[in-house]
């Protein structure tokens, strides 16, 4: 049986792995968390979820 994918389990592991990323969404309101985590619940797979999280510095909300 195959491990069912949570993008928010995996987004709070990459926020780990990726400090600048960590700070960002700590600094955020709650209004751009929220649209970031509408975003999020939009991703399928591990791959874009790490991507996101690489990116999350740089987007633009």
């Keep these: 049986m195959r491990p069912s994918f949570s993008p928010d389990a995996a ?23 929220q649209a970031i985590l509408n ?12 991507s996101f999280a690489a990116h999350l510095p740089s987007a633009a909300l």
Excluded: E, G, I, M
Aim: hydrophobic share 25%.
């Design 11 to 33: 987004f709070q592991s990459c926020l780990q792995s990726h400090p600048s990323a960590a700070r960002f969404y700590q600094n955020c309101s709650p209004q751009q968390k």
């Design 39 to 50: 975003q999020l619940h939009q991703l399928s797979t591990p791959q874009q979820v790490r």
